[in-house]
């Protein structure tokens, strides 16, 4: 994937906007109905966001960190994709509403949970955070600057995967919890 920092931004920032969109509508709902699971294996709408939040506590601080760091650029700039990175956006990107199933790791699976509309609040506040750090990084080489994975900190990717792997994970959990919904 190759673009410019601009086009690969406003993209995100769009996504961010309809889930954002989506998880306010959840808190018309009522506890019941946010823990309500269709088996005891599925997650509950107010576990596919707690999961979420549970990237976003890893995520967030790090991309923060990587853009303070970052060296900033006068104009906008090309973003290329690194072979693992694009496969990770890709692999959490909904495609024609088809979904990838995969296992969560054990640090992120919020199974079981005891959630309340705290975890709805904790979510759009971290969607702030997230939206300004892509805002900020209009400035900077998305290609050049690198950030960690939750996975291993041995492994880094550019941040523009990073944002691309974030937003698209967003994304498939929001899809996820409305399905619950219907």
């Known amino acids: 994937m190759q673009t410019t920092n601009n086009l690969l931004i406003d993209e995100l ?5 309809d889930t954002n969109s989506a998880v306010k509508k959840f808190k018309e709902l009522s506890l019941t109905q946010l823990n309500y ?30 853009i303070l760091k970052a060296e900033k650029v006068s104009i906008a700039s090309t973003v290329k994709s690194g072979l693992l990175g694009n496969y ?10 088809e979904v990838k199933k995969m296992q969560s790791p054990k640090d992120k699976n919020p199974l079981n949970s005891q959630l309340s509309f705290t975890t709805i609040d904790r979510f759009l506040k971290q969607q702030q955070l997230l939206a300004s750090l892509l805002t900020q990084s209009k400035t900077i080489n998305l290609t050049k600057t690198k950030s960690a994975i939750s996975l291993s900190n041995l492994v880094k990717l550019r941040l523009g995967d990073t ?5 698209y994970h967003i994304d498939r959990h929001i899809q996820q919890a409305e399905r619950v919904l219907k």
């Not at 990770?88 to 509403?97: D, P, R, T, Y």
Request: charged share 25%; proline share 4%; net charge neutral.
């Open 88 to 97: 990770f956006a890709n692999l959490m990107k909904v495609k024609n509403g």
């Open 37 to 66: 699971k269709k088996s005891p294996e599925s997650w509950s709408i107010l576990e596919c966001i707690e999961h979420l939040n549970l990237y976003g506590d890893f995520y967030l601080p790090e991309i923060q960190k990587q």
């Open 13 to 17: 920032l769009v996504i961010i906007e």
């Open 163 to 167: 944002f691309r792997f974030l937003v």
